[in-house]
Nanobody, 123 residues
Framework: VDLTESGGGLVQAGGSLRLSCVAS???????MGWFRQTPGKEREFVAA????????YYDGAVKGRFTISKDSGENRVYLQMNNLKPQDTAVYYC??????????????????WGQGTQVTVSA
């Protein structure tokens, strides 16, 4: 499965962005996650959605502001980000794992990763 993110950019604090990740190959059976990373820090969990879209998971820092969704018809997963804050600045990565029966909040669970898209939030 190849994953390609898009939708990053520069936005002012309080603004919104929608990240998109398109998958080639098998997608319907894959749980999907979004992670982010800043220089010198480990990759951290942002949001995840189960393969059947029944369950969603969010880090406490983004809950209520970010929404993850999965469109199986388009082989895409989205991350709608509202009320962005400067501390949301990072490279955002899309990840997938088939079925994903383990903890979806940890990077080691995932099998496939995109190349990342930069999100910069100015104060």
């Amino acid at each position: 499965v190849d994953l390609t993110e898009s939708g990053g950019g520069l936005v002012q604090a309080g603004g919104s962005l929608r990240l998109s990740c398109v998958a080639s190959g098998a997608f319907n059976s894959h749980a999907m996650g979004w992670f982010r990373q800043t220089p010198g820090k480990e990759r951290e969990f942002v949001a995840a959605i189960s393969w059947n879209r029944v369950n969603t998971y969010y880090d406490g820092a983004v809950k209520g502001r970010f929404t993850i969704s999965k469109d199986s018809g388009e082989n895409r997963v989205y991350l709608q980000m509202n009320n962005l804050k400067p501390q949301d600045t990072a490279v955002y990565y899309c990840a997938s794992v088939q079925y994903g029966t383990r903890d979806l909040t940890t990077p080691v669970t995932y099998e496939y990763w995109g190349q990342g898209t930069q999100v910069t939030v100015s104060a």
